[in-house]
């Protein structure tokens, strides 16, 4: 790994911390490595058309969507478009599948990793990475109420008390959103939607998880990878907690 990488680590977390991530960091990229495709990274051109479409836009009876849309797109679409950027096609609980339950499965309503790959197999493919938040649904966040050690600070827990004025807000719901723990009431940031718990990036372990994540949709077939909602992953208060410079710097590190 490089320096620059160090750099971005002991900037969000401090000297101590951030040597402790990039050993650990480092430990996970020689690991992924043996499973990560030797291709050139994908740079978009003037030249790439990309589809946007839901995994089930196209159906037929008693077949898995996702295979569906491969045969669709080869049929009419091969040698048109270049990629093909399926949207949330992952187990959810809400947002049209941007409250995501497990970040690693494929929604079995569409079909499986394989049919995945099947279309990979043709078209370049961008998957989404909605991980700003997580759904309450999620293992993460019920191991969270459930006091799990590893998981209680996972998330970010918020006096209600405090001064939140200058958060900027993208939807008219409360910004924080009360649960009930083993040890006692909590308030935990939910930008979008008392579905959609936000992941706590202050700390390390949330964002080595978060980039095992990435490196698990390289590794089955994205080309490309869409950050959802990227600009409120930061908080901090007093601030307007979007686009603060930790999150540039997590972006950065996500890109080194």
């Known amino acids: 790994m490089t320096t620059e990488i160090l750099d971005h680590l002991v900037f969000l977390y401090g000297?101590?911390?951030g040597n402790k991530t990039y050993e650990k960091l480092d430990r996970l990229i020689v690991h992924a490595q043996k499973q990560l495709p030797g291709e050139e990274t994908a740079v978009f051109s003037a030249q790439d058309i990309v589809?946007?479409?839901y995994g089930d836009q196209v159906q037929e009876p008693e077949k898995a969507p996702l295979q569906t849309l491969a045969e669709f797109c080869r049929v009419w679409l091969n040698g048109r478009i270049s990629t093909i950027h399926i949207l949330p096609f992952y187990p959810y609980s809400s947002d049209?599948?941007?409250?995501?339950?497990?970040?690693?499965a494929v929604n079995p309503a569409l079909g499986s990793w394989e049919d995945?790959?099947?279309l990979g197999s043709t078209f370049n493919l961008m998957f989404d990475a909605v991980i700003?938040?997580?759904s309450a649904e999620s293992d993460w966040f019920q191991r969270f109420l459930q006091d799990d050690p590893h998981y209680r600070r996972y998330f970010t827990i918020v006096d209600p008390n405090s001064d939140l004025s200058s958060v900027f807000r993208p939807r008219a719901l409360p910004l924080l959103t009360a649960v009930t723990t083993p040890s006692g009431p909590k308030n935990v940031w939910s930008?979008?939607?008392p579905d959609q718990i936000d992941l706590n990036y202050a700390n390390p372990d949330v964002l080595l998880d978060i980039l095992d994540t990435l490196i698990f949709y390289v590794a089955h077939g994205a080309?490309?990878?869409r950050l959802d909602a990227i600009g409120f992953m930061?908080?901090?208060t007093g601030t307007s907690c979007i686009h603060l410079p930790q999150t540039h710097r997590t972006i950065q590190l996500m890109r080194s």
Do not use: M
């Not at 049209?96 to 690693?104: L, P, R």
């Open 234 to 236: 930061w908080k901090e």
């Open 191 to 193: 930008t979008f939607s």
């Open 116 to 118: 995945v790959r099947s």
């Open 223 to 225: 080309r490309y990878i």
């Open 15 to 17: 000297e101590d911390n």
């Open 132 to 134: 700003n938040h997580i």
């Open 51 to 53: 589809l946007i479409t």
């Open 96 to 104: 049209d599948g941007f409250s995501v339950i497990d970040y690693k």
